[in-house]
């Protein structure tokens, strides 16, 4: 046993050395503003396509925010089959802010067989600017509980055209900071952060030589020739992780990538229950495994050697083998103090990764379980990858 206990802690600390050191520096965050002086003209023409169900409580200081954009530019909201008046609450937030000729509030079809609300949703939104002869060169797409600060697509405009060695870029997105206040927020918002960038380093996003591919899909300016160019909308018309999936697409046509944190932006809609937090992750998290189980197997041996086994074994009564455990908590906790600095916690919820862990390690085998019982993908209403479901789209890998 005692072999058996220091193999696992080693295990964890070889596991802690890659992800601190040759993970792409995935921990390393900060705020990605341009300085004023870094500042450009905006590369041309943007639409912004806001996709919207069932949204009246948020969706008023979204569509002001947008309007309300340094970047003059129209905004369609495809409202897609509201119940509660969100069409209504919007048109009243463009009168208020004095440009409701800039909004265009469009009613959508009925969902086709083969493709997910959100995405048909932006695809008819699209269609409808092209309908309109406005043609814009860009495509700020965006979630309906996220609000923008006035210089959030400027800014973006100006990480677009590129002056690194990586750009310009075809896709620029901005993971927006999620509402932190409630217990539930503080333990699981900042890990679910940390968690997305050590899946997609923003480094390795930006590679063009690498094949990883990642984006946010609260916000996200894409270049609409190249989305064009790798077959639209459609060609991801069953994604369940439709920001993800534009991504590897666009990125298999050629597109160049960009996704940072920013405090611009952000996300209005509350988790005040770890139920809502769990519902979030279970209904996507299968979906990321492509439905492996072996792959599901994996994730929660990997889960627990990586998050569980380091504060467990410190509980042993070897030396070597508390020395190991301490060196990858210490290699977890210290990679996590960045993202809990960013949301401005208390430092001390570093050492509460582990429980964040178990969290997710839970909704993980929940979402596959939703799976299998033809539950998945519940979002508003909508059962959207269910075991027995046929889709249209071919996986991107």
Not at 79 to 100: L, P
Not at 229 to 239: T, W
Not at 306 to 315: I, R
Not at 325 to 349: E, K
């Amino acid at each position: 046993m005692p072999v058996l206990t220091t193999s696992v802690a080693v295990l964890a600390v070889i596991i802690w050395s890659y992800l601190t050191l040759a993970r792409g520096s995935f921990w390393r965050t900060k705020n990605a503003k341009p300085a004023a002086s870094e500042k450009a003209e905006f590369p041309g023409t943007a639409v912004a396509i806001v996709p919207a169900r069932n949204e009246a409580e948020l969706i008023g200081p979204v569509v002001a925010s947008l309007l309300n954009q340094s970047v003059a530019m129209p905004v369609i909201l495809v409202d897609d089959e509201s119940t509660d008046g969100t069409a209504d609450v919007a048109r009243h937030a463009a009168e208020k802010a004095g440009k409701a000729d800039a909004l265009l509030v469009i009613p959508g079809k009925p969902l086709p067989p083969g493709w997910t609300g959100k995405v048909w949703s932006m695809h008819q939104g699209i269609e409808h600017a092209r309908a309109r002869l406005w043609n814009p060169e860009w495509l700020l797409l965006v979630d309906a509980d996220v609000a923008h600060g006035p210089e959030t697509v400027a800014n973006l405009g100006h990480i677009a055209s590129g002056d690194d060695s990586h750009g310009p870029y075809d896709l620029v997105s901005y993971m927006v900071k999620l509402h932190c206040e409630s217990l539930p927020e503080r333990l699981l918002i900042p890990a679910f952060v940390y968690f997305f960038f050590m899946l997609y380093p923003p480094a390795w996003i930006r590679n063009a030589g690498r094949s990883t591919a990642g984006a946010a899909g609260g916000c996200m300016l894409v270049r609409a020739e190249t989305l064009e160019r790798a077959g639209g909308l459609e060609s991801i018309c069953g994604a369940v992780i439709d920001d993800c999936s534009l991504a590897r697409l666009l990125k298999q046509h050629g597109g160049r990538l960009w996704l940072g944190l920013t405090d611009q932006s952000q996300s209005l809609r509350r988790y005040e229950t770890f139920s809502h937090i769990e519902h979030m992750i279970s209904r996507t998290a299968f979906n990321q495994l492509n439905h492996s189980s072996l792959l599901l197997l994996g994730t929660v041996a990997g889960m627990v050697i990586t998050y569980l086994v380091p504060p467990l074994l410190l509980f042993t009564r070897s030396r070597l083998t508390i020395f190991m455990a301490a060196a990858a908590w210490a290699a977890m906790t210290i990679t996590y103090s960045s993202m809990v600095r960013y949301y401005r916690l208390n430092i001390a919820w570093t050492l509460t990764l582990p429980l964040a862990a178990l969290f997710y390690l839970g909704a993980t085998i929940h979402s596959a379980v939703k799976y299998w019982t033809g539950r998945g993908g519940n979002w508003k209403g909508r059962f959207q990858d269910i075991q027995d479901r046929h889709m249209t789209e071919t996986p991107i890998r």
